[in-house]
């Protein structure tokens, strides 16, 4: 008999028998009914963990990631509000079941079966993954991505005041609710979770509000590898800004009792809160884990004997409100409930092709109301001295704090956010005066954390906001791309697209810097980007296409609600000159506010038949270079900016090359990873056998003089041009 059954039939022995463990009294303001209500909720959270095991073995179910030991929670859910945003754990099934019976009209049995037998009538994910979640009862579905839901759990509960003061349009979350997120023990020690936790404290002590109660599940294990003894308790009781609660998860009037004191303490004081329960883990970690293989059988065997629902069994009964008999019908009626559902639950359909999988990596657009901006004297009132400005060439950075700025003031559902980006107005001046001119609740100046700077942001954008992130420069997201990888870019997906976290992530990047920074400050690779699905990757080269294009993902973040990663290449920041010094080539006037660039949309100089150079960012810049050195020998180009890299604008790149039979391919980024390979297969797929590519070097860049030696120069480029056609003659 395995642990399931064991632990199944000790329950049904034990409870007839009258064998319960002992325990402290029932005590604290959890009512008879609902107390009885948490108890259904712990027995159809148990009889769904064993139905789970029973559908995967006979190959109907495909996960068995169980929630027993882990019941308590649903007392958890009745001392907060079913408006209150969740951000679950995977074991808290109990929660969800408790909290379906807050809020009318929901079919929790069948809909928690459905995500079992991974259905495409499944209400959250449409059979896409087995997650907790619903739309109804405001729980985003979480990854199993550990501990990467606490930073946009601190993000969405930052957005509660934010709301109050600008109310977006587009609002989620009630004025009055708080934002509870869920973790294991294990959980706790990841960085991801221990920023979070800094974060929560960083903020509270400048007095600003952040609602949010972080709620540890303590049993003492991750998968096989025990937690210290004290140490959750030891390592969170103290942490400046945010208070600590405890309580015995297997009790559940205890639970319920600090539980409610938490929430309640978080909803009136606007501050950070951190609840331990103390649980126990049944079954070992899933379904093919088997717990006695790194843990003593008398170890399992203690955990068995201290079932939570023998002891709300007992906690019922010495209550005076559910007599053992009664407890034992309701878990046996609700198992053999759960068996019959099940038998349909299996027969509903699934996913089976490409086109139903990828359904809702896209989210759907949302009506937004229309604007027509500021009132030209408020817009002359922002902008003071730089209307003057708009009427001669600027830099790309320049054009880009106007854009900003223009879009602040149209979109009031804006707010920027990230490291140096207000009182210094960025490393680079691009949001120089943004704070002054909308303040600093809108213009954020973040701690020293990329992941907190995401979750900030993807927590602000559940909550209907606009943000606009910046990573201060493309190396340091490396420290955070799970945020966007398991988090922002498979929120649509895998709730069917029921939640969105659209924004617009600005990144400084790409190489040529002379004289600073080296890798650190020069980073070339895009890679970690380009196989996300459903991100937007956005490249802009000169000054005006900068505005237009941020425009446009701004539009793509309000409407469409996507997720759209803006790099801006450093090197071309200050850029003026094109050919020669003072020539002032590279800048541009800055475009009437109702200019856009599409998605998709690429730029083309010249029309040369000779040979195209298909290029972006700095590439354009030195490509454009090349294309006049080539012409004084006869060699006629046409130099094509792709503009949007994610997803390859294929269509109007193939109308472009119409009429040529060259194709140089320009990347700045790496040889291996780099856009050039995926277009050269759009080459090799299109049929033109003519085509080379000059990348960057598999490489770091280096400081000082060496700063392009691995990088594409003006000069190679124009020599590879000269190759590619010795070889086609």
């Known amino acids: 008999m395995d642990r399931v059954a064991l632990v199944h039939e000790a329950f049904l022995n034990r409870v007839a028998s009258g064998d319960l463990p002992p325990g402290a009294t029932p005590s604290g303001p959890l009512s008879a009914e609902d107390a009885i209500a948490v108890f259904r909720a712990q027995c159809l959270s148990r009889a769904l963990d064993r139905e789970s095991r029973v559908m995967q073995k006979a190959g109907q179910g495909f996960y068995t990631i169980g929630s027993s030991g882990h019941e308590g929670m649903a007392a958890v859910a009745l001392a907060l509000r079913p408006t209150d945003p969740a951000f679950l754990h995977y074991r808290d099934a109990a929660f969800q079941i408790a909290r379906s019976g807050q809020v009318p009209g929901q079919n929790i049995t069948w809909d928690m079966l459905l995500s079992f037998a991974c259905s495409s009538e499944d209400p959250i994910s449409g059979g896409r993954h087995k997650v907790l979640g619903s739309k109804a009862l405001m729980i985003p ?8 839901h606490l930073p946009k759990a601190v993000g969405a509960a930052f957005s509660q005041g934010l709301a109050r003061r600008h109310p977006p349009e587009h609002r989620q979350f009630r004025d009055d ?17 221990q920023g979070a936790f800094n974060t929560a404290g960083w903020t509270a002590v400048q007095n600003t509000p952040l609602p949010v109660l972080f709620v540890c599940e303590d049993n003492g294990i991750g998968i096989s590898v025990k937690t210290p ?51 126990i883990r049944l079954y070992g970690h899933a379904g093919a884990d088997v717990a006695t293989s790194y843990l003593s059988q008398k170890e399992v065997e203690a955990e068995e004997a201290n079932d939570p629902l023998l002891h709300s069994v007992r906690l019922l009964s010495e209550a005076g409100a559910l007599e053992p008999e009664q407890a034992l019908d309701i878990y046996t009626d609700t198992c053999l409930r759960v068996a019959e559902v099940a038998k349909e639950a299996v027969t509903r359909p699934r996913l089976s092709d490409a086109t139903g999988v990828m359904a809702s990596l896209i989210p759907p657009k949302r009506v937004c109301q229309p604007t027509n901006g500021p009132e030209p004297e408020k817009r002359a009132e922002i902008f003071g001295a730089d ?68 979750g900030l942001a993807i927590g602000l954008a559940h909550n209907g906001f606009v943000p606009i992130p910046e990573i201060q420069f493309l190396a340091y997201l490396h420290n955070a791309e799970d945020q966007l990888r398991g988090e922002a870019a498979t929120l649509p997906f895998f709730s069917n697209g029921q939640f969105t976290n659209p924004m617009v992530l600005r990144i400084a990047g790409l190489g040529y810097q002379k004289g600073f920074g080296g890798h650190f400050h020069n980073d070339n ?13 956005a490249c802009p080269s000169t000054p005006a296409d900068a505005a237009k294009m941020l425009r446009e993902s701004v539009r793509l973040a309000r409407e469409e609600q996507r997720v759209v990663v803006f790099v801006e290449p450093i090197a071309l920041y ?85 009429g040529v039979s060259n194709v140089l391919i320009v990347d700045e980024c790496r040889r291996t990873g780099g856009q050039a390979e995926g277009l050269m297969a759009l080459m090799a797929e299109a049929g033109i056998g003519s085509v080379a590519r000059v ?11 060496a700063y392009g030696a691995t990088l594409p120069s003006a000069e190679g480029i124009a020599a590879a041009a000269r190759a590619l056609l010795g070889n086609t003659t």
């Open 141 to 148: 579905p979480q990854t199993s991505t550990i501990a990467s």
């Open 177 to 193: 609710a708080i934002v509870m997120c869920s973790f294991g023990d294990a959980s706790a020690n990841h960085s991801t979770a």
């Open 525 to 537: 690779s895009l890679a970690v980007l380009r196989d996300i699905p459903g991100v937007i990757i």
């Open 695 to 705: 990348t960057a070097e598999d490489s770091f860049i280096a400081t000082g003089p």
């Open 229 to 279: 003894k004290g140490w959750i308790a030891a390592s969170m009781k103290h942490r400046p800004g945010v208070r600590y609660f405890e309580a015995d998860g297997l009790d559940m009037f205890d639970t319920f009792r600090v539980a409610s004191q938490a929430a309640a303490y978080v909803r009136t004081q606007r501050k950070p809160a951190f609840l331990h329960l103390r649980m």
């Open 574 to 658: 200050p850029m003026r000159d094109l050919f020669e010094a003072g020539d002032g080539a590279w800048m541009n006037l800055y475009p009437e506010p109702g200019e856009r660039i599409a998605l998709g949309e690429i730029g083309q100089h010249g029309d040369g038949c000779d040979l195209a150079i298909v290029t972006y960012g700095n590439g354009h810049y030195l490509s454009r270079q090349a294309e006049r050195t080539l012409s004084q020998d006869g060699i006629a180009a046409r130099v094509i900016d792709l503009r949007w890299l994610a997803p390859l604008p294929t269509e109007a790149l193939m109308v472009a090359l119409e």
């Open 387 to 454: 209307i003057k400005a708009m009427e001669v060439p600027q830099t790309l950075s320049k054009c880009l704090n106007m854009a900003l700025t223009d879009l602040m003031l149209e979109h009031g559902e804006i707010a920027l956010m990230g490291e140096d980006v207000g009182r210094k107005g960025g490393v680079y001046g691009v949001t120089q005066r943004l704070q002054s001119r909308f303040g600093p609740d809108r213009v954020m100046d973040t701690l020293l954390d990329e992941q907190s700077i995401l």
